[in-house]
């Protein structure tokens, strides 16, 4: 028998989109008025004391030791060590939605809900997929992927990844993508995510194919399908040639149909070069869905936060905040930016001038990698350029080796790249 606080939401979002998408434990899901929720209560009615939240109290303020205070000086203690609400600082929160809006002016005049942090952007899909997908509730996502999608997906949820081929003729494959959605349709239900630029390609679509993609969407939408679009935007920004839709699909996605309801999973871990501070944000979007619907969506992320790490981490969210509203940060990231540009021409410069009858390069256009389709196994070839050149790569699948040109040097692309190219032809 369902929570009654979870069959409250659930009558919330009754005849919506996001309600019919909802898997089982989606459908579960709620946010208990246990600790927290009387913890909030009494910060605001609390006047004598607030005896409900485990943390020291001297003089009023979170206790905090001089040898952790004194790495971050410029924190409060509260900024420091004090829980952070489980949606997130809500300055954040608001900061980010407005940045959100900023960098995606096609969603100017459209309604998404606040950002709710999650402590970083693996956990914000696993936790989309305790929220939608079942073992009848499968995913479709590009070939190749993220392995870690398959890991949540299929492993942790116990449901099917579904897959479309992601290339043909140099660029996204339209065709693939069509049929792949079109055959999900069937069902009445799309679950599909994008994730632009592609980890491990590095490729984002063109704008032709951006509209192409939406025009696709929109389809099977007209047609009755119910259909969630996840926009994973780990690297949204880190664009390097200029036909490149420059914003997130998920400003289509937002307001696209009645039938459409779209995620947006992003944060500052790889646009922001903060990689370890575990800091991203899940935002909703969808045409003719109200602030009460949005609430609700909130409060089952909420739920599961609170089931499962409780909440994100307090200074990196505090760092986060300080860091965004810095006068100075547009150009220290454009610095770090134009870093990664002169690596990403290197490396496109040396794959047009060499050629190898082993490895054949993916598309690659934007972000942090590119990658090579092999013709011998990818995770032998892998194995032999590191112990013979000393060299790290990744294997994504058995004919998929991943190169992070983030992480190379522009003195060193010549020497990685053909060594990669010599144990290939002497495979």
Same mark, same amino acid.
């Given at each position: 028998?369902?929570?009654?606080?979870?069959?409250?939401?659930?009558?919330?979002?009754?005849?919506?989109?996001?309600?019919?998408?909802?898997?089982?434990?989606?459908?579960?899901?709620?946010?208990?008025?246990?600790?927290?929720?009387?913890?909030?209560?009494?910060?605001? $009615?609390?006047?004598?004391?607030?005896?409900?939240?485990?943390?020291?109290?001297?003089?009023?303020?979170?206790?905090?030791?001089?040898?952790?205070?004194?790495?971050?000086?410029?924190?409060?203690?509260?900024?420091?060590?004090?829980?952070?609400?489980?949606?997130?600082?809500?300055?954040?929160?608001?900061?980010?939605?407005?940045?959100?809006?900023?960098?995606?002016?096609?969603?100017?005049?459209?309604?998404?809900?606040?950002?709710?942090?999650?402590?970083?952007?693996?956990?914000?899909?696993?936790?989309?997929?305790?929220?939608?997908?079942?073992?009848?509730?499968?995913?479709?996502?590009?070939?190749?992927?993220?392995?870690?999608?398959?890991?949540?997906?299929?492993?942790?949820?116990?449901?099917?990844?579904?897959?479309?081929?992601?290339?043909?003729?140099?660029?996204?494959?339209?065709?693939?993508?069509?049929?792949?959605?079109?055959?999900?349709?069937?069902?009445?239900?799309?679950?599909?995510?994008?994730?632009?630029?592609?980890?491990?390609?590095?490729?984002?679509?063109?704008?032709?194919?951006?509209?192409?993609?939406?025009?696709?969407?929109?389809?099977?939408?007209?047609?009755?399908?119910?259909?969630?679009?996840?926009?994973?935007?780990?690297?949204?920004?880190?664009?390097?040639?200029?036909?490149?839709?420059?914003?997130?699909? $998920?400003?289509? $996605?937002?307001?696209?149909?009645?039938?459409?309801?779209?995620?947006?999973?992003?944060?500052?871990?790889?646009?922001?070069?903060?990689?370890?501070?575990?800091?991203?944000?899940?935002?909703?979007?969808?045409?003719?869905?109200?602030?009460?619907?949005?609430?609700?969506?909130?409060?089952?992320?909420?739920?599961?936060?609170?089931?499962?790490?409780?909440?994100?981490?307090?200074?990196?969210?505090?760092?986060?905040?300080?860091?965004?509203?810095?006068?100075?940060?547009?150009?220290?990231?454009?610095?770090?930016?134009?870093?990664?540009?002169?690596?990403?021409?290197?490396?496109?410069?040396?794959?047009?001038?060499?050629?190898?009858?082993?490895?054949?390069?993916?598309?690659?256009?934007?972000?942090?990698?590119?990658? $090579?389709?092999?013709?011998?196994?990818?995770?032998?070839?892998?194995?032999?350029?590191?112990?013979?050149?000393?060299?790290?790569?990744?294997?994504?699948?058995?004919?998929?080796?991943?190169?992070?040109?983030?992480?190379?040097?522009?003195?060193?692309?010549?020497?990685?790249?053909?060594?990669?190219?010599?144990?290939?032809?002497?495979?």
């Amino acid at each position: 028998m369902l929570n009654p606080l979870a069959q409250e939401l659930n009558n919330t979002l009754k005849n919506t989109t996001p309600g019919e998408l909802l898997s089982d434990l989606g459908k579960r899901i709620f946010f208990p008025r246990g600790i927290i929720s009387q913890g909030g209560e009494a910060k605001k $009615f609390g006047k004598v004391a607030n005896a409900t939240i485990g943390t020291t109290i001297i003089d009023g303020k979170p206790a905090v030791l001089e040898a952790v205070h004194k790495y971050a000086p410029e924190l409060s203690n509260a900024e420091l060590v004090a829980y952070a609400p489980t949606a997130g600082n809500p300055d954040l929160r608001a900061l980010w939605k407005e940045m959100i809006y900023a960098k995606n002016p096609g969603l100017k005049g459209k309604s998404i809900s606040t950002p709710v942090v999650v402590p970083g952007l693996t956990a914000g899909i696993s936790y989309l997929a305790d929220l939608f997908i079942d073992e009848d509730k499968p995913l479709l996502a590009a070939n190749p992927s993220w392995d870690n999608y398959s890991l949540v997906v299929e492993t942790r949820r116990n449901s099917s990844l579904h897959t479309f081929n992601l290339f043909a003729d140099d660029g996204f494959d339209l065709n693939s993508f069509k049929e792949a959605v079109e055959k999900e349709a069937e069902t009445g239900f799309v679950r599909v995510l994008l994730n632009f630029p592609q980890n491990p390609s590095g490729y984002s679509p063109t704008n032709a194919e951006a509209a192409q993609i939406v025009r696709i969407i929109r389809s099977v939408a007209e047609k009755g399908a119910k259909v969630l679009v996840w926009d994973d935007d780990a690297y949204f920004g880190l664009n390097y040639e200029n036909d490149i839709y420059p914003q997130s699909l $998920f400003a289509e $996605f937002a307001a696209l149909h009645e039938n459409v309801l779209a995620v947006k999973i992003d944060g500052p871990t790889k646009e922001d070069f903060v990689w370890g501070f575990r800091t991203g944000f899940l935002t909703f979007g969808g045409k003719g869905l109200t602030e009460e619907h949005y609430l609700a969506l909130e409060k089952k992320l909420m739920g599961l936060i609170r089931s499962s790490v409780s909440c994100s981490s307090t200074p990196s969210q505090s760092f986060a905040l300080k860091a965004f509203k810095d006068p100075a940060i547009d150009l220290q990231k454009k610095i770090f930016r134009e870093v990664l540009e002169k690596r990403y021409k290197a490396v496109k410069k040396f794959v047009s001038a060499h050629s190898c009858k082993n490895l054949e390069p993916l598309p690659f256009n934007s972000g942090y990698f590119m990658s $090579f389709h092999t013709k011998v196994d990818a995770e032998a070839l892998r194995q032999k350029i590191l112990n013979e050149k000393q060299i790290g790569t990744i294997s994504i699948d058995s004919s998929t080796l991943r190169v992070a040109f983030s992480s190379v040097e522009e003195s060193l692309i010549e020497t990685v790249y053909s060594a990669i190219y010599e144990c290939a032809d002497n495979f």
